[in-house]
């Protein structure tokens, strides 16, 4: 059974950094990519950033570039997000997930086959 677990997630002021982390079971991630996405009430889910599987590459969306930093641990089953920079618009809730085998990175999350509860980040101003 496939099981995705977030931690890391909290209150942080404008400026600060949080480390999200990602624990995944039942499933072989370094074949899948894997991606954190984040939903704020009223609005649809997005995609802050995906590593691929195969090559490793990152991908993130213009509003976290050189912000948001995905990363994965071989042999642990586990993806980091490194949060700096802070701002009250990154508040949301913040999903792991896990794609099917051997596809592409993409932010289009009903390609992302097993999903986590989420972790709630809130920024204040």
């Known amino acids: 059974q496939v099981q995705v677990m977030e931690t890391g997630g909290g209150v942080v002021l404008s400026g600060g950094s949080l480390r999200l982390s990602c624990t995944v079971s039942g499933l072989t991630t370094e074949d899948s990519a894997m991606g954190w996405f984040r939903q704020a009430p009223g609005k649809e889910r997005e995609g802050v950033g995906c590593?691929?599987?195969?090559?490793?590459?990152?991908y993130y969306p213009d509003s976290v570039k050189g912000r948001f930093t995905v990363s994965r641990a071989h042999g642990t089953h586990t993806l980091d997000l490194q949060m700096n920079g802070l701002e009250p618009e990154d508040t949301a809730m913040y999903y792991c997930?896990?794609?099917?085998?051997?596809?592409?990175?993409?932010?289009?999350?009903?390609?992302?086959?097993?999903w986590g509860q989420g972790t709630q980040v809130t920024v204040s101003s």
């Open positions: 997930a896990a794609g099917e085998y051997f596809k592409a990175c993409t932010w289009d999350p009903t390609n992302f086959i097993r």
């Open positions: 590593i691929a599987w195969g090559d490793e590459a990152k």
